[in-house]
């Protein structure tokens, strides 16, 4: 079992910027990746980006140049930096960890992001 804690959203002007953060139980290096996704009011739960063991990251194509998903392994903490946030940017956004042979998913308990225009 994998618990994620969340943090950092908020209310934002169009054009600024929040940063999440989030901190597994486990370490870092015993999961095949982390990511976050979000899910805006009536909208199905997306993908916004992933970091493996490797390091290797992946976004989605709405967030690409202005989100940076990071990693500090002496927190063991994962973060999404959010730049030139736009209304659409508004949603909660999830924590999730991939973990184990089976890649079982864990999900963080969300954090709500607001961008108002």
């Known amino acids: 079992q994998v618990q994620l804690v969340e943090s950092g959203g908020g209310l934002v002007q169009a054009g600024g910027s929040l940063r999440l953060s989030c901190a597994p139980s486990?370490?870092?290096?015993?999961?095949?990746?982390m990511g976050w996704y979000r899910q805006a009011p009536g909208k199905q739960r997306e993908l916004v980006a992933t970091?493996?063991?490797?390091?290797?990251?992946n976004y989605a194509d709405s967030v690409k140049g202005r989100f940076t998903i990071s990693r500090d392994n002496a927190k063991n903490t994962v973060y999404l930096q959010m730049n030139s946030l736009k209304p659409d940017d508004t949603a909660v956004y999830y924590c999730?960890?991939?973990?184990?042979?089976?890649?079982?998913?864990?999900w963080g308990q969300g954090t709500q992001v607001t961008v108002s225009s």
């Open positions: 999730n960890a991939n973990r184990g042979a089976q890649k079982l998913d864990y």
């Open positions: 486990v370490t870092i290096f015993s999961v095949n990746y």
């Open positions: 970091i493996t063991w490797f390091g290797t990251t």
